[in-house]
């Protein structure tokens, strides 16, 4: 069975400071994987997906299917990245999501 | 991007009633769409996927006849949760790919807290 391992339940930064969430899943199939971020009492919303390889508000995440990650990172963190953000794994197109169990990231002034 | 509305946002009931959350996308059909159940501090559950014009497919340990699904046009998902208990106090969220192999779009959420 499919599994996501975000292994930083907090992760807290100064701003400026660069930070990477980190992503780790196992699935045996080529997965699709994505970054939903939640900010303070708003909805769920994609932050990014693989196969996009866009950039979104700064963020970038590689896929390394070597090491089976999908690490969520930014060079340079604002306070308004404070969020909590999820880590999701989707095996085949129209299929249901796997989500891991989340980083809170707070950035400090 | 998308957009997923439910309703209420936030319901208190009494122990043993029924209750029904609405999932609604707003400006595109949806066949599919996903039902969670996320407890305080942790990460979504998915309790279920529900189908339009067939049956739910609901995920291992999730009750069939707890967690009532139905889909019945292309903008619309509902979920009663029946008999609630105490136990049964959560946030549930829906979402839906605007189309096959889309991303999920989430709606806001409804809190439900059964006294």
């Known amino acids: 069975a499919q599994r996501v391992t975000q292994p930083e339940k907090l992760l807290s930064v100064f701003k400026g400071a660069p930070v990477e969430l980190k992503c780790n899943y196992s699935?045996?199939?080529?997965?699709?994987l994505f970054w939903y971020v939640q900010y303070s009492r708003q909805r769920l919303q994609l932050l990014l997906r693989h196969i996009s390889r866009e950039s979104i508000k700064g963020f970038t995440a590689d896929l390394n299917k070597g090491e089976t990650s999908f690490h969520l990172k930014k060079p340079f963190a604002q306070e308004e990245d404070s969020a909590m953000y999820y880590c999701a794994l989707r095996e085949t197109s129209g299929s249901r999501l796997t989500f891991g169990e989340g980083t809170q990231l707070t950035v400090n002034p | 991007g998308a957009v997923v509305s439910q309703h209420p946002s936030r319901v208190i009931c009494k122990s043993g009633t029924s209750v029904k959350i609405e999932c609604r996308s707003l400006d595109f059909q949806a066949t599919t769409m996903f039902w969670y159940r996320q407890f305080p501090k942790q990460s979504l559950m998915l309790m279920a996927t529900?189908?339009?014009?067939?049956?739910?497919?609901?995920e291992q340990g999730v009750e069939k006849d707890k967690f009532l699904i139905n889909h019945a046009s292309l903008t619309l998902s509902t979920l009663t949760v029946t008999s609630a208990h105490p136990e049964d106090s959560s946030f549930y969220i829906c979402?839906?790919?605007?189309?096959?192999?889309?991303?999920?779009?989430f709606g806001p959420g409804t809190r439900l807290l059964v006294l």
């Open positions: 699935y045996s199939g080529s997965p699709e």
């Open positions: 529900s189908n339009e014009g067939s049956k739910a497919t609901y």
């Open positions: 979402s839906a790919p605007r189309t096959v192999g889309d991303a999920q779009y």
